[in-house]
């Protein structure tokens, strides 16, 4: 069985800082990727960031020099830094890995861009 836990949401001013961490339940090598998703309220969910462990990374337009996803293969761990918030940037945020032709989905977690 495969879980993804997602941490790390809050509330923050706009130009601040937050780091989202996913935590898998199996080693992260196994996934052919794994990313970032978000959903803001009346919005379709949209890819913000993708990597392939022995690969590359992808963002979405809106989110380049500003987030930037990595891995802790040691604590099976996909992190995403998120630097210069923006109040559009307010949404829930989903942590997906794709395993054996499916797609896995941790629970999401808030996060609020205002002043």
């Known amino acids: 069985q495969v879980r993804l836990v997602e941490s790390g949401g809050g509330l923050v001013q706009p130009g601040g800082s937050l780091r989202l961490s996913c935590a898998a339940s199996?080693?992260?090598?196994?996934?052919?990727?794994m990313g970032w998703y978000r959903q803001a309220p009346g919005k379709g969910r949209e890819l913000v960031a993708t990597?392939?462990?022995?690969?590359?990374?992808n963002y979405a337009d809106s989110v380049k020099g500003r987030f930037t996803i990595s891995t802790d293969t040691a604590k099976d761990t996909v992190y995403l830094q998120m630097n210069s918030l923006k109040p559009e940037d307010t949404a829930v945020y989903y942590c997906?890995?794709?395993?054996?032709?499916?797609?896995?989905w941790g629970q999401g977690t808030q996060v609020t861009v205002s002043s």
């Open positions: 199996r080693n992260i090598f196994s996934f052919n990727y």
């Open positions: 990597i392939v462990l022995r690969g590359g990374t």
């Open positions: 997906k890995g794709f395993y054996v032709g499916s797609n896995y």
